[in-house]
């Protein structure tokens, strides 16, 4: 049996920035990765996503700086974001929050990314593995000179670690199987956490776009809200490079559009739909409802099929449910997607992944895992709890809604006053003011109680 300190589950962000801190702080550590295939990418690396890109302040949580990305990472640097409902939008050009990133925001290229953190936990010591899927962890109580935790892989061998660092991403393969044994009789990981209300599929296709419509998003992250049913569900344009834009969109799991009501006021329905529109539907029907008056989508908006996972289109899981804690009296730490920090309301979760990520390789390199649910609630809390405070508030919005929130909000960005956004918001209208007051109050009551598995659950 191979040994290691620690054994790192999942090479994505999370996994890989779990790495670089271990082996930074004089851990042996290794990656288990079990490799898939993408078309912008050579060999096989972890199950990356091209998400929406990094705002300001997300540089400053995920703890590095797009000046340490090498040439072709970042794509694109931002200067605004646009929502837009049926029938109003409104447009960001500053997020609110404080950061060492001067401008909005950034798109990136996301296998150079996974490429980029991959070399840096190499650099500092650690071990990447390809091909090494796991089949089974094995663990058991601290002591001795045995491992406490055995991973069994595909091809039959054992990689043994003190410390377990799961980051297999929002599917949790291999986590679910592991939280398992920490819980009380009876109950899975699997069931509290694959709710198919809450979770979401995100697909999305790599579009070249006619140059002078690309000369109007190029620096921007376009949103559409209350034009497809489901609970944070929306389509959207992010921009990359050379005239390439992602057009995709993010919906629940098991949406039964028979239970949707007003099915007319979705502009992204048909009448004739009997069931839920495929991604590539949807994709189609964004592109004709918002160009098709001026182009001709097929030929003026064709795929780019050396782009993304395959063919130019990927899809991807993102795991809504809120976060959980890790049952750190076992040594074992879930970071990035496997402990729901992605979010559907935000479209991504790299930033976070990383962070995450790094707090559990650090402790782990020190010898002790016990500060890591303080800690990454310290480094992320806020952030996790806006976004399940306004997916919350909006779960059940209807197109109607969205106009008039959209509205409302588009009202308190025209107020030019010195005033703080929160301050505008009460001189800017009853909307604008019920706006505030609904986020606020839903704020208070998740404050205590956005973890959906909390640390003192777990059974040792």
Not at 415 to 426: H, I, K
Not at 434 to 450: E, H, T
Request: proline residues 4%; hydrophobic residues 35%; glycine residues 10%.
């Amino acid at each position: 049996m191979e040994r290691a300190d620690v054994v790192i589950v999942g090479g994505g962000p999370a996994g890989t920035s779990a790495a670089h801190a271990a082996a930074s702080g004089g851990a042996d550590a290794i990656v288990l990765e079990k490799g898939v295939p993408r078309a912008d990418r050579e060999g096989l690396g972890p199950d990356s996503t091209d998400a929406a890109g990094i705002l300001n302040y997300w540089v400053d949580i995920m703890g590095i700086h797009p000046d340490e990305f090498p040439e072709g990472v970042v794509q694109n640097e931002l200067e605004r974001a646009e929502f837009r409902g049926p029938d109003a939008g409104c447009t960001l050009y500053s997020t609110g929050i404080d950061s060492s990133y001067d401008e909005f925001g950034y798109t990136f290229h996301r296998a150079r990314f996974d490429d980029f953190m991959r070399e840096r936990a190499e650099d500092a010591g650690a071990e990447y593995r390809v091909e090494a899927s796991v089949r089974n962890v094995e663990s058991s109580a601290a002591g001795d000179d045995d491992p406490r935790h055995v991973v069994e892989l595909a091809d039959g061998s054992t990689v043994g670690g003190d410390f377990l660092i799961l980051a297999d991403g929002p599917q949790r393969t291999v986590t679910n199987r592991v939280l398992d044994r920490y819980l009380p009789d009876g109950e899975k990981a699997s069931e509290r956490l694959a709710s198919r209300d809450a979770n979401h599929i995100a697909y999305q296709e790599y579009r070249r776009f006619p140059e002078e419509l690309y000369e109007e998003v190029e620096d921007a992250i376009v949103f559409w809200w209350g034009v497809m049913p489901g609970e944070t569900a929306y389509p959207w344009v992010f921009p990359n490079r050379d005239r390439v834009c992602r057009v995709g969109l993010t919906m629940p799991i098991g949406l039964d559009l028979d239970a949707v009501e007003d099915r007319e006021e979705y502009e992204l329905l048909r009448p004739e739909d009997d069931s839920v529109p495929s991604g590539s539907e949807y994709v189609e029907r964004l592109l004709e409802w918002q160009y098709g008056d001026e182009y001709d989508v097929e030929e003026d908006f064709p795929l780019v099929e050396d782009a993304g996972k395959r063919g130019g289109t990927e899809t991807y899981s993102i795991s809504s449910t809120r976060p959980i804690d890790s049952p750190t009296g076992a040594d074992v730490a879930v970071a990035g997607g496997a402990m729901g920090t992605t979010s559907a309301f935000h479209e991504g979760g790299d930033h976070v992944a990383v962070r995450t990520g790094a707090i559990a390789g650090e402790l782990a390199a020190a010898g002790d895992l016990s500060a890591y649910n303080r800690r990454w609630k310290e480094a992320i809390g806020d952030e996790i709890l806006r976004n399940v405070t306004m997916a919350d508030m909006v779960k059940a919005y209807t197109p109607s809604d969205w106009n008039r929130i959209i509205g409302a909000a588009n009202t308190m960005l025209a107020d030019d006053s010195d005033e703080g956004l929160l301050r505008r918001g009460y001189s800017a209208g009853w909307d604008a003011a019920k706006l505030l007051l609904s986020y606020k109050w839903n704020k208070r009551k998740w404050r205590s109680s956005y973890t959906q598995i909390t640390e003192d659950e777990y059974v040792y």
